[in-house]
């Protein structure tokens, strides 16, 4: 795992100057890569490639980077993990194609790969995670590439003549010649969705490669030229072809699950360097945990955060399930005296506004995790894979039964429940709870009443997935000069084949959208802030295109999600440690905006200070601070998300 950077700058360029630039560029990404750097450049075609380098497989010299190939052809700086690389090396071998091997990094098997098939052929054969730039002095092509799901960052733009790429944007705003401008088409998605949907970044010069692509730049290209990027692997087209191919029997399921997933696991075991792993006591991680405990010969390091309300510990529960397994376990409470001392931090972590709120305890966690091991395994894409999203629980039902009513009539019901405020509507069904069935039974029950209302309003399932993910249903009037841009994220769905059935057609969207746009990247900037590798079992490539296979049936059943999941964690953990209301890694932010960030928020949200900005319409903000703050309505996620715009201008204006 390491952060890279570089440029290429047509036509080429004096060597000194391009080892300076690069070395800023790389410099500024020395968080993710603590152990190592090392930089490359070619004056006369003007390519210059930089790592930071955080040692995980090969520690020695051998696997230090940029790194050229045997053949003398490429040269590469790679981040990431390639866990079939030892299977790829025998093939290589099998075939009398390996080179004279120097060391045992994924990174010298993947330049072998390249050099015997070709970039696109070698990409198909991977498995792992990755972003990297590779120089190709025969053909003299600059190639980024980015894996299958995005798990690894990859962004590039121009900058003056130069073409630049990194992991983080702030590589690239080390450029001497960085002057970009504010896309606010990107402001006004990032105000629906929470992040700025891929390719787009919240600079109109920069976009993020696109998971599953590549992209080639000649060394004469044509400054301001945006080549058109090629997939290697569709997941679209994945599931579209298993709509033909499903599986049919569950016990064959449920025995193929498990054994695909253990093999991601100890795939992913693989490391010089000591590993451990993310434990929420929630299906997900639970079953990661099991499955590497259950290869492990030692306790397996397990790490979880903990909240003093109630609605939001899941530290317990993670508690409970370490100690069934029998991990060596770490926990960490956290109070907003604590969130606080992370929120200053956020804009520098992320680089362009980002308002998962989840952002605050996944680097608390990485934080903590970090301090005994390098490298975390997570459960991270089982509920976009598998249907564990309430959205995908109850979504199409829901629209069966509301498409029945007049739509004068939703709106009058959504409009009637959106004047609810959440505390009363909390007490009405806090009180209902102990009769319900437990499938039933929500947390947060407040919310999702004001939630319901906004889905009665909404036109057709699309329209209502839309708004289930939509945080700003209205954000052009939230933004100035706001505009939103179809074929992001919530629009994802009208890009779908309309023979996919409902779970499918939700579960794909969110995972070309939000699972690569916002829970990867979270995940990926908040564990590398503190240099600690992350890594996602549920994305090993045999993982995902199993799951294309499964039906809705074997997802979603007798309302809860994830079915097929529970039953191969049910082989390990008892169903009742497991069996509870979703809660999802979040934190108290209504009622903590209310108390101790009250403050913070207030001076950030002020109307002179909104004016003086020009991001965001003063009075529609006031009118959402002031009813939050008198318990009127929880616009918590919404105000969140101005804050976290708020603060990243406050960081990043300057670059722009």
Not at 218 to 225: C, E, K, L, R, V
Not at 248 to 277: H, I, N, T
Request: aromatic letters at 8%; hydrophobic letters at 45%.
């Amino acid at each position: 795992m390491c952060g890279i950077a570089g440029l290429l700058r047509p036509g080429g360029a004096d060597e000194g100057g391009l080892s300076g630039v690069v070395a800023r560029m790389t410099a500024a990404l020395a968080h993710r890569g603590p152990d190592a750097s090392g930089t490359w450049r070619d004056g006369r075609h003007g390519i210059a490639l930089g790592q930071r380098r955080l040692a995980i497989l090969d520690l020695s010299e051998a696997g230090a980077q940029p790194m050229h190939s045997a053949c003398g052809r490429y040269t590469i700086t790679f981040n990431g993990e390639i866990y079939n690389h030892l299977d790829i090396r025998a093939e290589l071998e099998a075939l009398g194609a390996a080179p004279n091997w120097r060391g045992h990094s994924d990174t010298e098997t993947l330049l072998a790969a390249v050099r015997q098939w070709g970039v696109a052929p070698a990409l198909q054969r991977l498995i792992g995670m990755f972003a990297f730039a590779l120089w190709d002095a025969e053909t003299r092509q600059l190639i980024l590439a980015r894996d299958r799901f995005g798990e690894k960052p990859l962004f590039y733009g121009w900058s003056d003549a130069d073409l630049v790429f990194g992991s983080e944007l702030k590589a690239l705003a080390a450029h001497p010649e960085w002057a970009p401008s504010l896309d606010r088409t990107a402001l006004t998605a990032f105000m629906r969705y929470s992040y700025v949907p891929a390719p787009a970044t919240i600079w109109a010069e920069v976009r993020k490669l696109p998971a599953a692509s590549f992209v080639s730049f000649s060394a004469g290209a044509t400054p301001g030229a945006w080549p058109e990027p090629q997939a290697y692997w569709s997941l679209r087209d994945r599931v579209v072809a298993a709509q033909h191919d499903r599986i049919g029997s569950e016990q064959e399921a449920v025995a193929r699950l498990e054994q695909l997933l253990s093999v991601a696991v100890k795939r992913q075991c693989l490391s010089d360097v000591p590993l451990g792993a993310f434990l929420s006591g929630g299906v997900d991680s639970s079953t990661i945990v099991a499955l590497m405990q259950a290869q492990a010969s030692q306790p397996v390091r397990t790490f979880s955060i903990g909240f003093a309300e109630g609605g939001y510990n899941e530290a317990e529960d993670a508690r409970r399930v370490a100690q069934h397994l029998g991990t060596d376990h770490t926990e960490l409470y956290v109070d907003a005296g604590t969130a606080l001392d992370v929120i200053p931090k956020l804009p520098r972590i992320y680089d362009e506004p980002f308002a998962d709120s989840s952002q605050i305890p996944t680097h608390l966690v990485a934080q903590l995790a970090r301090r005994h091991v390098t490298v975390a395994l997570s459960g991270d894409a089982g509920d976009e894979l598998f249907g564990g999203y309430n959205r995908h629980v109850w979504g199409g039902a829901l629209q069966a039964r509301l498409g029945r009513l007049p739509m004068p009539l939703r709106r009058a019901l959504g409009a009637a429940l959106g004047a609810i405020a959440p505390e009363p509507a909390e007490t009405i069904l806090k009180a209902l709870q102990p009769v319900l069935p437990a499938r039933l039974k929500v947390r947060h029950a407040g919310d999702q009443v004001a939630k319901l209302g906004r889905l009665l309003a909404s036109d057709g399932f699309d329209g209502l997935y839309r708004t289930l993910c939509s945080i700003d249903q209205d954000p052009a009037r939230t933004v100035i000069g706001g505009a939103e841009r179809t074929g992001w994220a919530g629009h994802e769905m009208g890009r779908l084949s309309a023979e996919l059935d409902p779970l499918d057609r939700m579960t794909l969207a969110d995972s070309l959208s939000y699972l690569s746009d916002d829970i990867l990247q979270k995940v990926d900037r908040a564990a590398m802030a503190v240099a600690l590798e992350t890594r996602v079992p549920f994305l090993d490539k045999d993982v995902v295109e199993f799951a294309t296979r499964v039906p809705a049936s074997m997802k979603v059943r007798d309302g809860r999600g994830k079915w097929l999941v529970r039953q191969v964690l049910y082989r390990h953990v008892p169903a009742e440690m497991i069996d509870r209301p979703k809660t999802g890694f979040s934190i108290p932010l209504d009622g903590w905006l209310r108390g101790p960030l009250k403050s913070w928020a207030s001076d950030l949200l002020s109307p002179s200070r909104l004016r003086r900005q020009g991001l965001f319409d003063p009075a529609r903000v006031t009118r959402m601070l002031d009813e939050h703050l008198g318990r009127r309505h929880n616009h918590s996620y919404w105000l969140w998300n101005v804050l976290m715009a708020q603060a990243w201008h406050d960081e990043w204006a300057h670059a722009g």
